[in-house]
């Protein structure tokens, strides 16, 4: 069987066609997850240093120790995280409370080590 130029020429053209469209729609996919994630860790910083100042002026209210501003970065990045993970259900979503609290423990350790370090380094 043989295609004649005409035919060979416009399936070559809708060929090209679906493969570009296709191409452009999964580049547009991932620019828009991409954007969606860059928003959120946007507000969670927003939302990290908020908490942060709110929590600054309490302790320097009432002579309390402040934490860093990288304890509340930690933690308000995971919880985002853990929020709007795919599989997040009323089952598991415990888990993945404990699973934030678990980092800022961390991240609260670390820092008071660092802390504690760096005062002694100047005594």
Request: aromatic content about 4%; hydrophobic content about 45%.
């Amino acid at each position: 069987m043989q295609i004649d130029a005409t035919t060979a020429t416009l399936l070559a053209t809708a060929i090209g066609a679906v493969s570009s469209g296709a191409t452009a729609i999964i580049i547009l996919l991932i620019n828009k997850r991409s954007e969606e994630r860059r928003n959120l860790r946007e507000l969670a910083m927003k939302a990290a240093l908020e908490n942060w100042l709110y929590m600054s002026k309490a302790a320097a209210d009432y002579g309390a120790e402040r934490l860093p501003i990288d304890v509340f970065v930690v933690h308000m990045l995971k919880l985002s995280e853990a929020l709007t993970s795919r599989d997040l259900t009323a089952d598991n979503l415990a888990a993945k409370l404990r699973e934030v609290q678990r980092f800022t423990r961390i991240a609260t350790t670390e820092a008071e080590r660092f802390t504690r370090e760096t005062g002694e380094d100047k005594t």
